[in-house]
């Protein structure tokens, strides 16, 4: 595939949050709604093989398809703007405030919402035959996930909660990490296959992302999950989506633009000129 150097899409990683904190309301909503419905699929289909099969690992696998899709359209995730927006202000882009910003979060926070949820009771009527079953097998997984990842870390209290802050600030570092991946290549193979790696490991392994969550909990109480909507927010969605700012940040956007985009100066030799660079073959010789 053909490959950009940190350095050159660290560049369109500060372009992306600019643009993003200029778009109009109009589009950041319909851009967010459409990502929020799309991760919503792919989070019930990844659940749904996950229980026919009973090979969780299969539905890991598969999730990434999701975010493939809602990336490849233009479309925003919440946890990518946690990660580009602040860039530009970093980068002292013309007119880029700390309130454009916030505005900027809040517009897709409820645009992945409303997503997630409208899928939420799509798939809850279907599931149901218009709420006349129980569900089924699946219904009842998404209901038990729900009480786990609520009820399950409030019995810890404040451990409970930082448990899922630094779930979300995981699960974060490897999402940003496919945005930035599908950055460092000019062809649809080479972007999806630098998503598909971090998304399927953050899945798998369980960490908490906060537009994942907005889809899980509402259909899981909708589908009979004995956890509350304050439940759901207060130990769940509020401290996943601070881990999610945070993580993404700290991990992808801020270690990728203080080394790439405003790198440390260089180191000079004594008589005013600047090291030589070390041949490739030269470095391979000696390891």
């Given at each position: 595939m053909a490959y950009l150097l940190p350095s050159e899409f660290v560049t369109k990683m500060v372009d992306a949050g600019e643009s993003k904190i200029y778009m109009s309301t109009r589009d950041t909503l319909i851009r967010a709604y459409m990502a929020g419905a799309i991760l919503?699929?792919?989070a019930v289909f990844a659940v749904t093989i996950a229980v026919q099969t009973g090979v969780f690992l299969i539905g890991a696998i598969l999730f990434p398809v999701g975010f493939c899709m809602l990336y490849l359209m233009g479309f925003d995730l919440l946890t990518g703007v946690f990660v580009l927006a602040p860039l530009a202000w970093l980068a002292k882009r013309p007119g880029v405030t700390w309130p454009q910003i916030l505005r900027n979060w809040g517009l897709v926070f409820v645009g992945n919402f409303a997503g997630a949820l409208t899928v939420a009771f799509m798939m809850s009527f279907i599931f149901?035959?218009?709420?006349?079953?129980d569900?089924?097998?699946?219904?009842?997984k998404v209901a038990g996930i729900g009480e786990a990842r609520t009820l399950g870390y409030a019995e810890y209290g404040v451990a409970g909660w930082i448990?899922?802050?630094?779930?979300?600030?995981?699960?974060?570092?490897?999402?940003s990490l496919g945005v930035v991946g599908a950055m460092i290549s000019t062809n649809v193979s080479g972007k999806v296959l630098a998503m598909w790696m971090p998304i399927m490991l953050f899945f798998f392994m369980g960490f908490e992302h906060s537009v994942v969550n907005m889809f899980?909990?509402?259909?899981?109480?909708?589908?009979?999950?004995?956890f509350s909507i304050m439940d759901y927010f207060i130990w769940n969605e509020?401290?996943?989506?601070?881990?999610?700012?945070?993580?993404?940040?700290?991990?992808?956007?801020?270690?990728?633009?203080?080394?790439?985009?405003?790198?440390?100066?260089?180191?000079?030799?004594?008589?005013?000129?600047?090291?030589?660079?070390v041949p490739a073959a030269k470095v391979n010789d000696k390891v």
């Amino acid at each position: 595939m053909a490959y950009l150097l940190p350095s050159e899409f660290v560049t369109k990683m500060v372009d992306a949050g600019e643009s993003k904190i200029y778009m109009s309301t109009r589009d950041t909503l319909i851009r967010a709604y459409m990502a929020g419905a799309i991760l919503a699929l792919a989070a019930v289909f990844a659940v749904t093989i996950a229980v026919q099969t009973g090979v969780f690992l299969i539905g890991a696998i598969l999730f990434p398809v999701g975010f493939c899709m809602l990336y490849l359209m233009g479309f925003d995730l919440l946890t990518g703007v946690f990660v580009l927006a602040p860039l530009a202000w970093l980068a002292k882009r013309p007119g880029v405030t700390w309130p454009q910003i916030l505005r900027n979060w809040g517009l897709v926070f409820v645009g992945n919402f409303a997503g997630a949820l409208t899928v939420a009771f799509m798939m809850s009527f279907i599931f149901t035959m218009g709420y006349n079953t129980d569900g089924g097998a699946i219904a009842t997984k998404v209901a038990g996930i729900g009480e786990a990842r609520t009820l399950g870390y409030a019995e810890y209290g404040v451990a409970g909660w930082i448990t899922i802050f630094i779930r979300g600030m995981l699960c974060n570092w490897m999402v940003s990490l496919g945005v930035v991946g599908a950055m460092i290549s000019t062809n649809v193979s080479g972007k999806v296959l630098a998503m598909w790696m971090p998304i399927m490991l953050f899945f798998f392994m369980g960490f908490e992302h906060s537009v994942v969550n907005m889809f899980l909990f509402p259909f899981g109480l909708i589908m009979g999950g004995d956890f509350s909507i304050m439940d759901y927010f207060i130990w769940n969605e509020i401290p996943t989506a601070l881990g999610n700012l945070v993580g993404g940040l700290a991990f992808t956007g801020l270690t990728l633009y203080s080394t790439h985009y405003k790198t440390a100066p260089k180191r000079t030799l004594a008589g005013g000129g600047v090291p030589k660079a070390v041949p490739a073959a030269k470095v391979n010789d000696k390891v």
